[in-house]
């Protein structure tokens, strides 16, 4: 159950965002002291107390607030988020409290025994939900309290799946596979063992992440899925990390705080110290790609709403994912470009995906992998995914030097590699710019053409874009080619 603030908010004008991998200033004392006294005063029932926050961000915000409400033992607490400045925007917090009810679908606890309302400083000092800061206060009901009706309590999206039934819908896909390649692959079908195995997950979490570096090493550099990977360790423009952290629960809440924890790491870290995080969540949603792809919806919803769409973008990867855009892809080799060992979820930044997309445009990249993949067929790769085996992919891989897409890719990442810069640009949108087409030149070379002469000047907070002799002829070629049509050889 979730509580709206029905109170109007008066418009404000939000600060300037702190740079990319600036951490949270912490609030001045003087804040904090007159917060807590405030809190003293009117609030002696909550024995949780209360905590003034230094989440200047939502992500901060949000990763805070799942913290809680995922710990079972807190009590009732009052979190302030004096810092965070979009809060006091007109309908954000609105706006928040519309994506946490969205979210209490989703959850065992959250919506029966917890329950969040909004506090706001927009308010008469004498309403219910007044509070000198924005902030959410959280409230647990014990046995006996708030809890769901049988009707509500569904059963419909539970992430545990009966197991013998798990492997009768592997084995339908097995054959569904097999049907497929009839006469145009070798090898036999997956055995009993190969099925279970797909199922099976590490008791450790350095086998857990090998395993899925080992996938991301095969399928998403080797095979190219993402133009801009060159390994399991680095991506993006500016190259940099791939983390892999790995949250083993199966329950929502656990797995909400994590996501917007790694969130808040992301932004407030640069591009090359972490480019792109790939969370796994072994535990949750594996034996279950509907409701997998259901959750997913409650993050990528939000985050125009919550303005996080400048911010990051996400893509979700499981053991049986299925395209759902409506093509015939329902059982092709082309949803092995989403197909992982384990469930996970993809965090990407914004400005590199724009980057990128102007660079070589996503329905390229989108055909270049089902052709890619088609070739290496349905049947083969699902073998491979259920041995977590990926030898044979070896021969598949594709050559970045000879193929213009790819060369386009690794130019761009190579003259990124040699500037020095820690962060990619802010890249508008072509609505943000007032066009009516996307841009087709990419930005990189935009923002080279207007950097001033000092080699140590920034622009838009990149130190030494100028310097970016960035080779576009590989790529000029490539977009005359996709204007033309002659797109064969790709």
Request: glycine share 8%; with cysteine; charged share 20%.
């Amino acid at each position: 159950i979730v509580a709206r603030s029905t109170s109007g908010m008066s418009a404000t004008t939000a600060a300037p965002a702190a740079p990319v991998g600036t951490p949270p200033s912490p609030v001045p004392a003087p804040t904090v002291a007159a917060l807590e006294g405030w809190f003293t005063a009117s609030h002696h029932e909550l024995r949780g107390g209360v905590t003034v926050s230094a989440a200047a961000t939502l992500p901060g915000v949000l990763a805070q607030t799942w913290a809680s409400i995922a710990r079972a033992t807190d009590d009732d607490k009052l979190y302030l988020f004096p810092a965070c400045e979009l809060l006091g925007q007109p309908g954000m917090m609105e706006t928040l409290m519309d994506h946490l009810e969205t979210c209490k679908n989703q959850c065992d606890r959250f919506g029966s025994s917890i329950a969040v309302y909004a506090v706001s400083p927009f308010v008469g000092p004498d309403h219910p939900s007044y509070a000198p800061a924005p902030g959410l206060l959280i409230k647990r009901f014990g046995t006996g309290g708030l809890t769901a009706t049988d009707e509500e309590d569904d059963d419909w999206d539970d992430f545990d799946v009966d197991p013998a039934l798990l492997l009768a819908a592997l084995e339908a896909d097995a054959k569904d596979a097999e049907a497929e390649e009839a006469g145009g692959a070798d090898g036999e079908g997956l055995t009993a063992r190969e099925l279970a195995q797909l199922a099976e997950v590490p008791g450790d979490d350095e086998t857990l992440v090998q395993l899925s570096k080992d996938w991301v090493d095969a399928m998403i550099a080797g095979m190219g899925v993402c133009p801009f990977t060159t390994s399991a360790e680095r991506a993006g423009l500016p190259l940099g990390k791939v983390h892999y952290p790995v949250e083993r629960t199966s329950e929502t809440e656990a797995i909400y705080a994590s996501y917007w924890a790694e969130v808040e790491l992301l932004e407030t870290t640069t591009d090359r110290a972490l480019s792109t995080t790939l969370m796994i969540t072994p535990n949750f949603g594996m034996h279950n790609p509907e409701a997998f792809m259901v959750f997913s919806d409650s993050l990528t919803g939000p985050l125009e709403g919550l303005k996080l769409e400048d911010t990051i973008q996400l893509v979700f990867f499981h053991p049986q994912w299925v395209f759902r855009d409506g093509g015939e892809r329902q059982e092709a080799a082309a949803n092995f470009a989403r197909r992982s060992p384990f469930p996970m979820i993809n965090i990407l930044r914004t400005p590199q995906v724009r980057i990128a997309q102007r660079a070589i445009p996503t329905g390229l990249v989108y055909a270049q992998n089902e052709k890619t993949l088609i070739g290496v067929g349905a049947k083969p790769l699902q073998k491979m995914l259920a041995t977590r085996d990926w030898d044979g992919l070896q021969e598949h891989h594709v050559d970045r030097k000879t193929n213009d897409l790819f060369d386009a890719a690794r130019a761009l990442v190579d003259q990124y590699a040699k500037t020095g810069v820690e962060t990619a640009p802010f890249i508008p949108t072509a609505e943000q710019e007032g066009e009516t087409q996307a841009v087709q030149v990419p930005q990189a070379a935009q923002v080279s053409q207007a950097a001033p002469a000092d080699p140590g000047a920034t622009v838009e907070g990149c130190p030494q874009i100028d310097a970016m002799e960035l080779d576009l002829e590989s790529m000029i070629k490539m977009m005359e080619m996709l204007e033309e049509g002659r797109v064969g050889k790709l």
